[in-house]
């Protein structure tokens, strides 16, 4: 059965009995009587009458059960290495994408952390021109955003020297999910002025919330639309329409979080129609306590498990280590 798998995973055609019977003691006999018990046992399929046999969605998921030689990653297939070292949460995320897309050669995709787990750093207000204001806001993870804002009247330098200080007073610490966020940037003791001011500009602080929320990289869609894989992913229209929708995706994936190791899911088990011809190869990542996200990749039913769960693997650790320091819970 392992020699089925890995033949066809590697030449893409059906394999017959001649070709195992190279490397094995058996005549090709015995291996044609051997083939047709595991085709009765449903872990392989015979396509054509003169045509050898692949393994079906439950040979695939017996070969990744109970077949794959070594967790070990083969010297012949490039090593992961991701350089996330002082970079920024958003940065790291898509290094991780592009970096698992290129080693696996599939479909590479990496859920950021939930909002709630990011809080703000710091708050700048700058005054660049007499009527232009600009919003720094720095979080937890590394991120930025800024946000312009321009005013019918110039504004008074003491105003906005004043809203910095009370900004980064009041919300420094407090998560991006919050709901006390923006009951906290009000107090009735503010003059009308000071009150009016910062309700121009709370929307920075509702459009982070809004933007934080499932983010999700994807790198490498246009590998599964390579013309050699064409014939082996026949659902490709709902797979791009999931991409773009991304609710199902993320249900998906949510499964991962829940793993001890890699989950895999091969063809239907995944009971979404957008993979029914893929597999999926996901593992959380995040702190010792509590998976933050997920790291995953999605290709044919006939790609490389053990490259492809080794990779998985290896990505959500190196994730793991770059969140504990950017967290501060090594």
Not at 65 to 92: I, M, T
Not at 122 to 128: A, D, G, S, T, Y
Not at 210 to 227: F, K, N
Not at 303 to 317: F, K, N, P
């Amino acid at each position: 059965m392992r020699k089925v798998v890995e033949e066809y995973l590697e030449g893409g055609v059906p394999v017959g009995s001649k070709a195992l019977s190279v490397d094995v003691q058996w005549g090709p006999s015995t291996i044609r009587t051997e083939l047709a018990s595991l085709e009765d046992l449903g872990l392989l399929a015979h396509p054509h009458t003169s045509a050898g046999r692949v393994p079906t969605e439950a040979g695939y998921r017996y070969f990744v059960d109970r077949l794959l030689p070594s967790k070990d990653l083969d010297p012949a297939h490039p090593r992961l290495s991701l350089s996330l070292v002082r970079r920024e949460l958003d940065e790291a995320m898509r290094v991780t994408t592009e970096a698992l897309s290129q080693v696996t050669n599939l479909l590479a995709i990496v859920t950021a952390p939930p909002i709630e787990t990011s809080t703000i750093r710091h708050v700048e207000v700058l005054l660049l021109q007499p009527q232009v204001l600009m919003v720094v806001v720095i979080t937890s993870t590394g991120g930025v955003t800024k946000r312009l804002f321009t005013f019918a009247t110039p504004v008074d330098p003491g105003l906005a020297d004043w809203a910095a200080s009370y900004l980064n007073e009041r919300l420094v610490g407090l998560g991006l999910g919050a709901r006390i966020l923006q009951k906290r940037l009000h107090d009735p003791s503010l003059s009308r002025s000071e009150s009016d001011f910062l309700d121009a500009l709370s929307p920075v602080f509702t459009d982070l919330e809004v933007g934080a929320h499932d983010t999700v990289y994807v790198e490498g869609t246009s590998r599964l639309l390579r013309v050699d894989r064409l014939g082996e992913v026949s659902e490709l229209n709902t797979l791009m329409d999931m991409l773009e929708r991304r609710v199902t995706l993320l249900g998906v994936l949510q499964a991962a979080l829940n793993e001890r190791d890699v989950l895999v899911r091969i063809g239907a088990e995944s009971g979404v129609p957008g993979l029914r011809s893929l597999a999926l190869v996901a593992a959380g990542y995040g702190l010792p306590q509590r998976r933050l996200g997920t790291v995953s990749v999605i290709g044919p039913l006939r790609m490389d498990y053990g490259h492809a769960i080794t990779t998985v693997r290896e990505a959500a650790s190196q994730l793991s280590s770059f969140i504990a320091e950017v967290y501060d819970e090594r």
